[in-house]
């Protein structure tokens, strides 16, 4: 199995993470920071992606519940209307076909792809180590049928407006760890998937005249990174 450091991804030590210590993942990487949610578990300061092996370290268990296609990401919030005024050139030599438009920001998810966990049935603190062992693929969608043209134009505007990364389709790796130190008597959950950028705004026709046609709203979302979540 191997560690995201053999992905040779640039990483500093001490940086706080949704209320926990963990590496610091470059922008580009494929794998991104563990998101750790308030209240869990695990020790603070302990998350990392060089878990500690030998036999008394916790190994995940498969936890054996159905996977959630729409995880929350701890931390995330939707973002700010941007309004739907955006009607395109206002002269008369408009650029006539279909465009998409982005009105707001939808917090991010997570489509899970393997769950597990680790019980200290112990008076101490115990390490764990987790390891990705189930992968999957999660495509661009929406909350209505997309055609091809539109799959194709939506993913472009979310790469240009919000998230670079984004992706028509993305498969999570198999053999990915995170680990630290889990409380007594506790349990660390985990999640392994694929994050996906969210969005609200429509999809239209764009006439000759500059007026506007055929508008539809909808959620579209795209996968750009996958990672560890732990509870």
Request: with cysteine; aromatic share 8%.
């Amino acid at each position: 199995m191997r560690s995201l450091t053999t992905r040779a991804v640039a990483v500093t030590t001490g940086l706080l993470i949704m209320g926990s210590s963990a590496a610091a993942f470059a922008s580009d990487s494929p794998i991104g920071p563990p998101a750790v949610a308030d209240g869990t578990a695990v020790d603070p300061g302990t998350v990392t992606d060089a878990p500690a092996s030998g036999a008394d370290v916790l190994e995940g268990a498969d936890a054996g519940a159905a996977l959630e296609e729409d995880q929350p990401i701890p931390g995330e919030t939707d973002g700010p209307d941007l309004g739907d005024g955006d009607n395109g050139p206002t002269s008369e030599d408009c650029p006539r076909g279909p465009f998409v438009h982005i009105t707001r920001n939808l917090k991010n998810t997570t489509s899970v792809k393997y769950s597990t966990f680790a019980k200290n049935d112990t008076g101490s603190t115990k390490d764990f180590k987790f390891t990705s062992k189930r992968s999957g693929t999660t495509t661009v969608g929406a909350s209505f049928t997309l055609s091809a043209e539109f799959k194709v134009r939506w993913v472009g505007k979310i790469k240009a407006d919000l998230q670079g990364s984004a992706s028509h389709s993305w498969t999570s790796e198999l053999g990915v760890e995170i680990g630290g130190k889990v409380k007594a008597h506790k349990t660390v959950y985990g999640d392994y998937g694929i994050r996906k950028e969210r969005v609200y705004g429509y999809q239209a026709f764009r006439n000759t005249n500059c007026s506007v046609s055929n508008k539809h709203f909808l959620t579209v979302w795209a996968p750009y990174r996958e990672g560890w979540a732990l509870s």
